[in-house]
């Protein structure tokens, strides 16, 4: 099944960016797409875009088209999500989950606050 | 871009089934997943291609897909059941477009 580690929660001040790591290990790294989602406080689960860690390529939603980037560093296993020009309501918990979904990082919190 | 739509809350007393259906046009097209959310934890997957029961999810646990609405059941909906599902459409492996339904709060009492 393998496992993915998320880097630490993130407070971030509005108009920052923030950058969250998943680390995979267990398994072969570039064989299996990562998704991001995010959870805001209360609120449902929303799909921010996937990544092919061997490849690179990605694919967002549309929502978060120019302010979300994903990257991978295949050395490392690490693939890395990067949110821009953040607003309070990005405050959420971000997951990166593996293909097919039954792997979860242990989700990052990052909170926007002035 | 697609939208899935859930009742925000199911409510069962326990030994009884419950349904969750996920209505959307995108089900037509895609497999549909349910995950299972209890607080303060990751989602954890329970039913994946429309019906299919991965490995650990106890067989009370079902899926269908029929037209525009995928349906999770849970039969005989214990106590330890009661959590948050949603559902989520996306093609498995690729790069594609996926997108989650808005939740519904299971209550098993």
């Known amino acids: 099944q393998g496992r993915l580690v998320q880097s630490g929660s993130e407070v971030k001040k509005p108009g920052a960016s923030v950058k969250v790591s998943c680390m995979g290990g267990?398994?072969?790294?570039?064989?299996?797409?990562i998704h991001w989602v995010r959870q805001a406080p209360g609120q449902g689960l929303e799909w921010m875009g996937i990544?092919?860690?061997?490849?690179?390529?990605?694919k967002y939603a549309e929502k978060f088209q120019g302010r979300v980037t994903l990257t991978t560093d295949t050395s490392t296993k690490t693939v890395s999500m990067e949110l821009t020009n953040l607003r309070s309501d990005d405050t959420a918990v971000y997951y990166c989950?593996?293909?097919?979904?039954?792997?979860w990082g242990q989700g990052t919190l990052v909170t926007v606050s002035s | 871009s697609y939208e899935l739509t859930q009742p925000s809350s199911v409510s069962v007393s326990p030994g009884q089934t419950a349904r969750i259906t996920c209505s959307g046009d995108?089900?037509?097209?895609?497999?549909v997943r349910w995950f299972q959310q209890k607080a303060g934890q990751a989602p954890m997957l329970v039913i994946h291609?429309?019906?299919e029961r991965p490995s650990g999810i106890p067989e009370r646990f079902s899926g269908s897909s029929a037209g525009t609405t995928a349906t999770l059941t849970i039969s005989g909906a214990q106590v330890d059941d009661e959590a948050d599902y949603y559902c989520?459409?996306?093609?498995?492996?690729?790069?594609?477009?996926?997108?989650f339904g808005g939740g519904t709060k299971l209550t098993v009492l």
């Open positions: 989520f459409s996306v093609a498995d492996n690729n790069l594609d477009d996926g997108v």
């Open positions: 267990g398994y072969i790294f570039a064989g299996y797409y």
């Open positions: 291609k429309d019906k």
């Open positions: 995108v089900v037509a097209k895609k497999y």
């Open positions: 990544i092919n860690p061997g490849s690179g390529r990605t």
């Open positions: 989950t593996r293909e097919p979904t039954t792997t």
